[in-house]
């Protein structure tokens, strides 16, 4: 009996610069470290085993160029110009993570809890690009967040689209929220009852003016927050009536009604996904694939730290979830859903340069983040 | 009379095992929402339309009853599943059930909401329909939460059927829910120096709410004649006034029957609501101390619905009633349901209450419309349910003893003509 | 519900609150119980064929075979012959069942919250094969053959942990791998239900309270003051022991002395006793005084463990997060050179890896990601850590943090975050099978695959621990518990 020894699979790690060492978490005692100065946004190609196109395409052993913030060229003739930095990347390139959900930054500022009712309160004002909040996104790998209010009153403002370095904002009005839960109601305030809420939601849509009119002609898609699948029906309803579109967030048990939500044209964003979560709702998520529902993944950041977000795809994978299918929900799918699917979500000529260079397969939690470009600058990763 | 136990013999455990029961049962059955033709031949059939039969059958198809026949003959078409049981009854009506998901079903920012609807805020999906169906209760009422003078619009549905709210009702808008006493004034204070909430109103005290009701019906009244003072709710309170909506209002005790009887007699009697706002029908739930002055609703001809009998006697708000509450208004001749309000537990079902209502000395033919037709009647929905007759909704309750007896057992429960719940004897299909 | 602490007061009060709705929704989301053909009975015979055989962590076989029988691995190697009769299960990767040493799972969730434990009480008691079997479904279809559960998991001491085998059975003696695994204490853990006051003063929900640096470090004495309590008792128990047999020396010579001068004393005494009556004394008889019978040390039963703690026959656990109590604790220790301790826990213990690693105290992590709603022991929290503590040489082991019962089940995933922070893929599989056995004095039970060890075996479509991987067939304890069908 020959008994061979071999190691278990171990990545290897790229040559990437003179440590060998990824970046390593903030020192212990969780004092924010500042922004190194970025390196500049000239021009890099990095040459890597493949890399994920977002489209479902992958290109092995192809080239990846970078130049002024853009992705300037993919594929496998490439032509780097000289004195290009070129990096070698044992492992894959792919877009940048895109969480739909969250509060990064400015956590209990995200609604002014004096009213039920402000549409035209927008969340772009409480962006604070220097939080350490995008710091940990942006180790995470998500290049781009949706600032979303939390799930109070019954509309509480409209959602922003930010990116985790440089301070880019994708959009100032990407949805506007209106809330469909009971969850977001208290009993010390107008309104107390579900049909209390509702009917201030029709009263705001009889006459609409400002976003709720954009709404209303379809220009501005709403994000429905909701909890329970009868506040999916009357999202869904409500959105029927009022010919509105957009993505229903909140119900973990969203994909049992996969097909009502696919008839009436919305999408959906899944709940953060902590561990230990019921199988149940995990097994919903490969429903909504199956029926043809795009989806992204929400993070309620900072209260749940980013890496739950591919910590939560990864849980719906083993529970059923087609791969290809996870990996457009944290990418391309997402970027659709918030609406800026023309600047971020792939890599294709012409998109911004916001790209994550792993040590293996992304879906595998194991695989290390060597580098997270946004903008074309290097933001995580090396010497920074 | 005899009880003859040829169907007791079950093969499945107790008690414990309904609810989970009925709910995996309930999911088995989503597969099959489409109602099949069934055939029933019951030892007793108790239409609660008048007439009983012994040995009959009863069929159905589609959605609705179809024969109710006093033998069974032509019953045995090929291809027609047959069940059997002891006895069968129209599906239980219960006229005041409680299966909200709490406080976010009444709208409490103001205490007169007429336009709130209940059924917004209910959930298909919730364990206690199953509970329900699996005690024979085929058809419930369900109002917004009594925390309000008048808390909406409460909604007549069925307890099963597909996962949304709006295919299982019976009659949308059915009832204006409010009350009288003690609870609709809880939770509010006078304001002591700023008010810091909401809740600093009136009414505070019985006299505040009465007050509350009256003006409400008052400001509709004005409604008619001067447009500029419609309001929020106006449209439902004329329809109130004219007849078309009924008002069920919650009266535990005796103080508070009163105060809705005069209510209704004085609409009925003042100036400002001549010209057809005069026409009010009313009645009063929970009316557990109707007993008490039985007079003064014969001679408003309000009807009303007993809330669960209590095992001490005292009820809430400190109303009493017995075992034979429900036989001295019978001999009164008042009109009344009996209701569960949803409580858990076994003592506490609707079949129950109408068992209660027998020991103390409701003869069975006036227990069962208690909980049948009666109830079908207040709510404006007899043309549909309430009654075993041809063309009806199939709404049956299979049992395997004399229904309400503590040791009958409800072994078939059918809605909408789809069998719900199904514990009949394996040798069921022969 | 974002905290540790809530997210374990959620699944306490779910268990405990609502049993109905807990039982409806195991009816509701039990798969149709298992087919004949899925379960199997531990006198099976089971031939497992894999292209690559993990068999220890760090020795791969190519194309070999396991053979199980009877509950027990009996051959693995090349080339075995499949008996006959045996059930064939194949597929490309094998290796041992993941064992969950910081657990939740398998013990009557309300026991977790038990404050009032004392080092003598005991996990298995409340063991509990009937209830939650979906959660331990879900676990070993994840790879999670066995777990150490711990009653009382945030009290300051918990009592005695047990392993138990995650296989679905209604007998608990089939459950329980090792009744007494550990002793579990804590230092430092927040206190639960805490009112809180935001900043003006109004009431803000329940939350946690960080215990004060006072606090924790009398904690840590008292701890210490319990070991050597436990120490001084067996020392007086040795004591004892030797006394007794010093005691029974002396008795059995004095015995013996005595049966060799029986007859001249016989005479003696009838001679004395004859002069006595002459002499109208009163005769006395001539007494021997005994040694006094050394008293044992009064029974203590929490003693009695913390005993066999202190003589390093029972691990002790201490979970404990700050810098302070945990220099207290490693200089508190080293004059108990037998004492076997695991530091659970550890997020600032980077500070001693020079320490840990010399005096070969294992660390117990928990790599799971906290949001900013973190208690307070948490703060320097980091899915790094274990890799930080493995470069320093310390040895990690992985744990899903002993407070949700159904985390067990993502304990592979957590492993895989744990590598991609920096972990080494190996210490990672090591940590989650023979690390984790060895740690817990299971070792030469289960953890690899060996011949004589327990048949607890993973048949996987790909590498272990890497998140894409399925898992296709579990055996547990003999017994083919998962399938690809179910």
Known sequence: MVIVAMALCAPLLAPFSPSNTPAVAAPVLGVPTSVAAPLDAGSVAIRADAIWLGDGRVVEKGTLLLSDGRIADVGTNVSVPSGTQVIELKGTITAGLIALHGYSGAPNEMVDGTRPSMPESKLRFAFDPSHYDFEDARKSGITTIVLTPPAEGVAPGITAVVKTAGGTMLSDAAHLSLVFTADGLVSNRKPTSIAGAMAMMEEMFAQPRGSVALAAEGKLPCLFETTTKPDIQRAIDFAGRHKLTGAIHGAALAGELAESIHDAKLSVIVPVIEIGKERRALVSVAELAKKDVRFGFGLDSPWNHPSELRLGAAMCVREGLDSAKAWSALTSDAARIAGVDARVGRIDRGLDADVVLWSGNPLDLGSRIVAVYVDGVRVVGGDR | MSIDYRFGSLALSGLLAFATLARAEGKQDEKKDEPRSLVIYADHVFTGAGSNYDGGMVTTSGRKIGLVSPNRAGGDDAGKPELRCFAITPGLIDASVRITPGLVSVEQSNEVNPAMRVAESLDPYANAWDAQVSNGVTTVLVNPLDQNVIGGLGVVLKTAGPESIAARTVKADAVLRGAMGQQASQGNHAAFGRPTDFYSRRPTTRMAVEWEWRKAFYDAAASTRDATRKFSGSEQLVAALKGDLTVGIQAWATQDIRTAVFLKEEIEREEEFKNGLNKPRFFIDAAAEAWKEPQLLVRARVPVVLPPFPAAGRTRENAFMAWNTAELLRKEGIPFALSSHGLPGAESTLAMQAGYAMRGGLPFEDALAAVTLTPARLLGVADRVGTIETGKDADLCLWNGMPFEPSSRIIGVVVDGVLRVDRLAPEKNK | ?486
């Open chain 3, 1 to 486: 519900m974002h905290t540790l602490m809530g997210r374990f007061t959620l699944a306490l009060s779910a268990a405990v609150l609502q049993p109905v709705v807990l039982a409806s929704s195991a009816v509701e989301g039990q798969e149709a119980p298992a087919s004949p053909a899925a379960s199997s009975t531990p006198s099976e015979t089971i031939f497992i064929r894999g292209e690559h055989v993990i068999t220890r962590p760090g020795t791969v076989i190519d194309d070999a075979q396991v053979l199980v029988r009877n509950g027990r691995i009996v051959a693995v190697g090349k080339d075995l012959p499949m008996p006959e009769g045996a059930r064939e299960v194949s597929g490309t990767w094998i290796c041992a069942g993941f064992i969950d040493p910081w657990a939740a799972i398998g013990i009557a969730p309300e026991s977790l919250g038990e404050a009032g434990g004392t080092p003598a009480t005991r996990s298995t008691d409340s063991v509990d094969p009937y209830n939650f079997d979906h959660l331990r479904r879900d676990a070993l279809r994840a790879g999670v053959t066995t777990a150490r559960v711990q009653i009382g998991a945030g009290a300051r001491v918990g009592g005695i942990g047990t392993i138990v085998r995650l296989a679905p059975t209604t007998k608990r003696e089939d459950m329980v791998v090792l009744p007494d695994s550990n002793v579990w204490m804590t230092i430092g853990l927040s206190q639960g239900n805490q009112m809180s006051f935001d900043a003006q003063g109004d009431f803000a929900g329940f939350g946690s309270r960080a215990m004060d640096p006072f606090e924790r470090l009398e904690s840590v004495d008292r701890l210490l003051q319990m070991i050597q309590a436990g120490k001084n008792y067996l020392v007086q128990k040795n004591e004892y022991k030797h006394e007794l047999e010093a005691w029974q020396k002396t008795i059995a010579e004095k015995e013996a002395e005595l049966e060799k001068d029986a007859k001249k004393a016989k005479k003696d005494r009838e001679k004395a006793e004859k002069d006595a009556t002459e002499k109208g004394k009163k005769f006395e008889e001539k007494k021997y005084k005994e040694d006094k019978k050394p008293t044992p040390p009064r029974f203590d039963e929490d003693n009695e463990v913390l005993a066999r703690v202190a003589d390093g026959g029972l691990p002790l656990i201490v979970h404990a997060n700050r810098v302070a109590e945990i220099r207290a604790l490693l200089s508190g220790s080293e004059s108990m050179g037998r004492l076997r301790w695991i530091l659970a826990g550890g997020a600032e213990s980077t500070f001693f890896s020079r320490q840990l690693a010399e005096r070969r105290i294992p660390v117990l992590v928990m790599p799971v990601p906290m949001g900013r709603n973190r208690p307070d022991e948490y703060e320097s929290h980091d899915l790094s850590l274990a890799a930080r503590l493995k470069k320093d040489g310390v040895q990690v082991l992985l744990g899903s943090g002993g407070l949700d019962p159904a985390a067990t089940r993502d304990l592979p995933l957590l492993a895989g975050l744990a590598i991609g922070a920096g972990l080494d893929r190996q210490a990672a599989f090591d940590a989650l099978t023979l690390g984790a056995a060895r740690a817990l004095d299971v070792g030469d039970r289960i953890g690899s695959l060996e011949a004589g060890k327990d048949a607890d075996v993973l048949v996987l479509d790909g590498e272990p621990l890497v998140s894409t991987t399925r898992v296709r067939f579990v055996v547990a304890g003999g017994r083919v518990v998962v399938t690809p069908e179910n």
